[in-house]
C-alpha cells in the first residue's frame, strides 16, 4: 500500500488497525514534531468546519493553505482568481477529514510512542530532498518509532513528488 502525505497516515493507521497489507510505502507524512515549524492552532478541525458551515469555504481553503502547508498569506490572495479556486473551495469541507486523520501529530511535539508498534510489516518512508527540514525531520521521526522501517529519500523532489522519481524506488520496494 501507498500512501503520501496525509494519506500516508491514513496507510499507516490502517497498518496498525490489522488491515491485511504485506508492504508499506509513505511519502512525507505530514507531522509536525520539532519546533522547525509553527504547529497548527489545537482547534484547527474546529476552525475548518466551522468556516465551511458558515459558507465560507474560500477562507476554509485559505485557513489550510497557510497555517497546514504553510503558505505565505499574500500568496492566497492571487490564487483566489485562478480557474482552480472553486475546485479547491468544492472540497474544502474534506480539509476538516485531513486533520483529523492527523490527530495531534501536527502539534509540535514528539511522535506518539507505541501507537503504531503493532506495524511490523516492510515500511518504507520517503521525503523528498528539497522538502523543508520540518517535513525531513517527520519522516525520521517515523522511521526511528517504527519497528520494520526504512528510509529514503528522492533527491530534488518537493512534497509534490514526480510520478517519474518515484516509480522506480516503489517497484524495487514492492518487488523486492
Known sequence: MLGGSSGAVLALEASARGLAIKKLALYEPPFIIDESRPPLPKDYVTQLNEMVAAGQRGDAVAFFMTKAVGMAA???????????????????????YDGTIMGNTM???????????????????????????????????????????????????????????LAPILRAFFNG
Open 107 to 165: 502539534s509540535g511535539h514528539t511522535l506518539p510512542t507505541g501507537k503504531w508498534d503493532s506495524v511490523t510489516i516492510p515500511t518504507l518512508v520517503m521525503d523528498g530532498g528539497a522538502s523543508p527540514a520540518w517535513m525531513r525531520n517527520a519522516v525520521q521521526a517515523l522511521v526511528d518509532v517504527l519497528p520494520c522501517a526504512q528510509r529514503a529519500t528522492l533527491e530534488d523532489q518537493t512534497h509534490v513528488v514526480s510520478p517519474e522519481a
Open 74 to 96: 499574500e500568496a492566497i490572495v492571487p490564487m483566489r482568481e485562478t480557474p482552480f479556486w472553486p475546485t479547491l473551495e468544492a472540497a474544502a469541507h474534506t480539509l476538516a
